[in-house]
């Protein structure tokens, strides 16, 4: 299953283990987490969690 990151738009590959699955993931690329819901390997929500931006703004 693939999963676009929400903050870089890099396709995340997760293995069969995500195909039911509640939890979080990181983005490889930008080290985004999103949280995603997946049932019968589609998935249903996907949400950012956390994001480089994100933390840039914080320290601001
Ligand atoms: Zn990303």
Same mark, same amino acid.
């Given at each position: 299953?693939? &999963?676009? #990151?929400?903050? !870089?738009?890099?396709?995340? $590959?997760?293995?069969?283990?995500?195909?039911?699955?509640?939890?979080? &993931?990181? #983005?490889?690329? !930008?080290?985004?987490?999103? $949280?995603?819901?997946?049932?019968?390997?589609?998935?249903?929500?996907?949400?950012?969690?956390?994001?480089?931006?994100?933390?840039?703004?914080?320290?601001?």
């Amino acid at each position: 299953m693939k &999963i676009n #990151c929400l903050s !870089c738009g890099h396709k995340v $590959e997760v293995d069969d283990a995500y195909d039911d699955y509640a939890g979080q &993931i990181k #983005c490889y690329a !930008c080290h985004a987490i999103m $949280e995603i819901k997946s049932e019968d390997g589609k998935l249903k929500s996907v949400k950012l969690a956390w994001s480089v931006d994100r933390q840039a703004d914080a320290e601001k």
